[in-house]
């Protein structure tokens, strides 16, 4: 059973976890014959069993043994409706909810938050109460953003943690293995069962130099998202290592590690140093230092490697940080990436708006103390020169500590002394929660942001807004500038009477010199006697339904089954189930699935996207209706999708809805990593092309059979038969990553249904 639920990690968790180091590292140095990497040591630390785990990166299944899970209100709904189906009375691992995602961002700090407890009061009752019934610690709205909160308290050097949200990763800023999934995989967790995944293979980035100059931690990882594109770190864990790793702060190094996500990274981890050391005793964390000291050298990477990095990982990226400039990425991706000063040409090249109709600083990716003292301190350079924002600045805080700190330290007013807008302590416009009244829907428009994401119509809901992303520095002289063209590291602000000013290089201090200050505690506590706490779903409820299970495999092949739609480039989780105004039905499986596919571009009917064809009378439909239409009818279908697909959130709506509503198969050219897990959790075959030009035989009006579905084994090909309307047929063949278990989760009708022993 899992010791009480904390506000913060309690110390002995660590010694335990700390505890498993040398037996674990000794099998694996004898059985790989070799010197380890940091997350090679952290993941044998975790395995279910270090002396038969598999080994072979990349490509065996392992199972591990997560110290924590952490679950945000988005995700955490649907996570802890399959928890309940499973009959147990409390979750065996610490476990915590965090309520971030649901506050809307329209006033300002305190009028949202207080709407947000209004309009959002059933499903915070619901998260509350479950919580308290099942042993999970509860932080409230206002506390913070999950992964910030998480950072603050629960993280620590050699620790592995999952998380519903795909920017889990964030805790490898402290040396943590924290990885984003899908609900259901926290199900298994909390249910006393192991995490299995893919043994990570591990891309080593080396950091020469030292950070510098307007260059900042947010500029190194969209460097390395430039190199590795959003797929390049699919099925590999990021480990940074080297002498600039230690010119990074903590949460600089979460920053880093946050946005690894966005290339598809299982994690990301830096190694534990002074800066970690620094951060852990500022959080008041100082046994932790402590303790972590003692255990140093397995909270880093083994001497050998680091001499001799491209011996032992599976790829090396060498970044000089003395020559990192600024960048900015976007429109509509995060590996669009340039360097400020070829921001502008690039801007009028491809003609995008060059006024900046908002900038926003925040987001769990970049909101700390350090963060926000960037950003404030060029505010005061400007305020010092007369000058106001030309954008207006948007500033959500990560948690409500570094709200009350910043506060206190005057960093809040700086921004505001400029015409800065201050928003709750959560995601807000980074997932649309965002009430922008200075547009019309498809109206071209140029914003900038610290965010991580940058998808089509993410934060605000309108696929023709430009999203790039820079540092929260970078963000705010944007915001002064106004203009996508001025590059503020070599050129002047104009302020209103025509006084040119040059902004200098920003430092701020990378912790508060007072120290933190806590603010409001936002923690709730399990019940003490669970019995005593009763969930209630009210029936006709529009935002919480239980669950049913998905019916089992019938035994049989699936035949004569149509093509939804037929996704052309990116189609990420933000596209088939948008966030923004569905995050209201993330709890209601019949109600947020009529937000399936809406956002995808279909090669059958491209205008406007989310539509499809019906077969039956070639109408051009919106794909929900058209789900739901082939569903009433009893029709199953698939879904063909292009590369990444399924890139960004681990939201395993994304999966559910298809499920839900008859989709049986998704053939891709590729699978992002949390996406296709989620698939395979919820019974729908995931298969990838084994020749990528097999995509384009998929035509609309084709009728589809996936074929000895019986003889489905670990590593054997899938045949697909493609029927066309002429009469013609083309055989397919396609991949799967599915092993036995994934097998026998099909079988039964989803995962959840064999941990419920259906
Ligand atoms: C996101 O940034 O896309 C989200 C919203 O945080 C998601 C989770 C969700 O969809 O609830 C994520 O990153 O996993
Ligand atoms: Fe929230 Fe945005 Fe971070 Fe997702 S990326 S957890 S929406 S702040």
Same mark, same amino acid.
């Given at each position: 059973?899992?010791?009480?639920?904390?506000?913060?990690?309690?110390?002995?968790?660590?010694?335990?976890?700390?505890?498993?180091?040398?037996?674990?590292?000794g099998d694996a140095r004898r059985r790989l014959g070799r010197p380890l990497t940091f997350a090679e040591k952290v993941l044998f630390a975790h395995a279910d069993d270090p002396a038969t785990v598999g080994i072979d990166r990349g490509v065996d299944y392992a199972d591990y043994r997560p110290d924590r899970v952490a679950m945000q209100d988005a995700t955490a709904q649907m996570a802890l409706l399959q928890f309940m189906t499973a009959g147990l009375p409390t979750?065996?691992?610490?476990?915590?909810?965090?309520?971030d995602h649901l506050i809307q961002a329209r006033v300002g700090a305190d009028s949202d938050l207080k709407s947000a407890l209004d309009v959002n009061s059933e499903v915070y009752e619901f998260l509350r109460t479950v919580s308290a019934k099942y042993g999970i610690g509860f932080w409230k709205p206002g506390s913070g953003i999950i992964h910030q909160v998480v950072l603050e308290q629960y993280a620590f050097p050699g620790g592995m943690m999952i998380g519903t949200d795909s920017h889990t990763p964030n805790a490898g800023g402290l040396?943590?293995?924290?990885?984003?999934?899908?609900?259901?995989?926290?199900?298994?967790?909390?249910?006393?069962?192991?995490?299995?995944?893919?043994?990570?293979?591990?891309?080593?980035?080396? $950091?020469?130099?030292? $950070?510098?100059?307007?260059?900042?931690?947010?500029?190194?990882? !969209?460097?390395?998202?430039?190199?590795?594109?959003?797929?390049?770190?699919?099925?590999?864990?990021?480990?940074?290592?080297?002498?600039?790793?230690?010119?990074?702060?903590?949460?600089?190094?979460?920053?880093?590690?946050?946005?690894?996500a966005e290339i598809g990274a299982t994690c990301s981890l830096f190694p534990y140093d002074a800066r970690s050391a620094a951060y852990l005793r500022a959080t008041g964390r100082e046994q932790l230092a402590a303790l972590a000291d003692a255990h140093a050298e397995h909270l880093r990477i083994d001497p050998e490697v680091l001499d001799d990095p491209e011996r032992y990982f599976d790829r090396v990226i060498d970044i000089d940080l003395d020559e990192l400039e600024p960048h900015l990425v976007g429109p509509h991706t995060p590996d669009l990436d340039?360097?400020?000063?070829?921001?502008?040409?690039?801007?009028?090249?491809?003609?995008?708006? $060059?006024?900046?109709?908002?900038?926003?600083? &925040?987001?769990?990716?970049?909101?700390?103390?350090?963060?926000?003292?960037?950003?404030?301190?060029?505010?005061?350079?400007?305020?010092?020169?007369? $000058?106001?924002?030309?954008?207006?600045?948007?500033?959500?805080?990560?948690? +409500?500590?570094?709200?009350?700190t910043i506060a206190r330290d005057g960093l809040l007013a700086d921004l505001e002394a400029i015409g800065a807008t201050v928003l709750a302590?959560?995601?807000?416009?980074?997932?649309?929660?965002?009430?922008?009244?200075?547009?019309?829907?498809?109206?071209?428009?140029?914003?900038?942001?610290?965010f991580n994401r940058n998808f089509p119509a993410r934060n605000d809901g309108n696929a023709a807004t430009l999203s790039f992303i820079g540092s929260p520095e970078t963000v705010t002289a944007m915001a002064l500038t106004g203009r996508l063209d001025v590059d503020f590291v070599h050129e002047p602000v104009v302020s209103p009477d025509g006084t040119k000013v040059?902004?200098?290089?920003?430092?701020?201090?990378?912790?508060?010199?007072?120290?933190?200050?806590?603010? +409001?505690?936002?923690?709730?506590?399990?019940?003490?006697?669970?019995?005593?706490?009763?969930?209630?779903?009210?029936?006709?409820?529009?935002?919480?339904?239980?669950?049913?299970?998905?019916?089992?495999?019938?035994?049989?092949?699936?035949?004569?089954?149509?093509v939804l739609m037929k996704a052309v480039g990116k189609c990420t989780t933000d596209h088939i189930s948008p966030a923004g105004p569905w995050l209201k039905y993330r709890g209601h499986l019949t109600n947020i699935s009529g937000n399936l596919f809406v956002g995808v571009n279909n090669a059958f009917a491209l205008d406007p996207p989310g539509s499809g064809v019906d077969v039956r009378d070639g109408s051009i439909t919106p794909l929900p209706e058209l789900a739901k239409a082939y569903k009433?009818?009893?029709?199953?279908?698939?879904?063909?999708?292009?590369?990444?697909?399924?890139? &960004?959130?681990?939201?395993?709506?994304?999966?559910?809805?298809?499920?839900?509503?008859?989709?049986?198969?998704?053939?891709?050219?590729?699978?992002?990593?949390?996406?296709?897990?989620?698939?395979?959790?919820?019974?729908?075959?995931? !298969?990838?092309?084994?020749?990528?030009?097999?995509?384009?035989?998929?035509?609309?009006?084709?009728?589809?059979?996936?074929?000895g579905i019986a003889d489905l084994a670990p590593g054997k090909a899938v045949t697909v038969l493609v029927h066309h309307p002429d009469g013609s047929m083309d055989t397919i063949a396609t991949t799967h990553t599915m092993s036995d278990e994934h097998i026998a989760w099909f079988r039964a009708g989803s995962a959840l249904n064999v941990l419920r022993g259906n």
């Open positions: 059973m899992a010791s009480p639920v904390e506000p913060t990690t309690p110390l002995e968790l660590v010694e335990t976890a700390y505890a498993r180091f040398p037996r674990a590292l979750v065996q691992v610490p476990s915590t909810v965090h309520c040396g943590m293995v924290a990885i984003g999934v899908g609900g259901a995989d926290a199900v298994d967790v909390m249910a006393g069962w192991p995490f299995n995944t893919r043994v990570p293979k591990v891309i080593g980035v080396h $950091l020469r130099g030292e $950070l510098s100059g307007w260059a900042a931690a947010k500029d190194v990882i !969209l460097k390395v998202a430039g190199i590795l594109t959003v797929k390049g770190g699919t099925g590999a864990i990021v480990e940074y290592f080297g002498p600039g790793a230690e010119s990074i702060s903590a949460t600089g190094k979460a920053t880093i590690c946050n946005m690894g340039r360097p400020i000063s070829e921001v502008g040409a690039a801007a009028r090249e491809e003609d995008y708006p $060059l006024d900046i109709s908002y900038a926003l600083v &925040g987001s769990c990716t970049n909101s700390s103390y350090e963060d926000i003292g960037r950003a404030a301190n060029v505010a005061r350079q400007a305020s010092a020169a007369g $000058l106001r924002v030309k954008s207006p600045l948007l500033i959500t805080p990560g948690s +409500e500590q570094v709200r009350a302590n959560a995601c807000g416009p980074c997932i649309g929660q965002w009430q922008r009244d200075d547009i019309q829907q498809g109206d071209r428009n140029t914003i900038v942001s610290s040059k902004l200098t290089a920003p430092s701020a201090d990378e912790l508060p010199a007072k120290g933190f200050d806590p603010g +409001e505690s936002g923690f709730q506590a399990p019940a003490a006697d669970p019995s005593s706490v009763e969930v209630v779903v009210k029936p006709d409820s529009e935002r919480i339904e239980l669950l049913e299970p998905f019916p089992a495999w019938d035994g049989n092949d699936f035949t004569g089954m149509q009433a009818a009893g029709i199953w279908w698939v879904a063909v999708g292009d590369e990444n697909y399924g890139e &960004g959130s681990s939201r395993e709506h994304a999966a559910m809805e298809p499920r839900y509503m008859n989709g049986r198969a998704v053939i891709a050219r590729s699978f992002a990593r949390i996406h296709e897990a989620n698939l395979k959790k919820q019974g729908v075959l995931a !298969l990838t092309f084994a020749d990528p030009d097999d995509y384009e035989r998929i035509q609309a009006n084709d009728t589809v059979d996936v074929v």
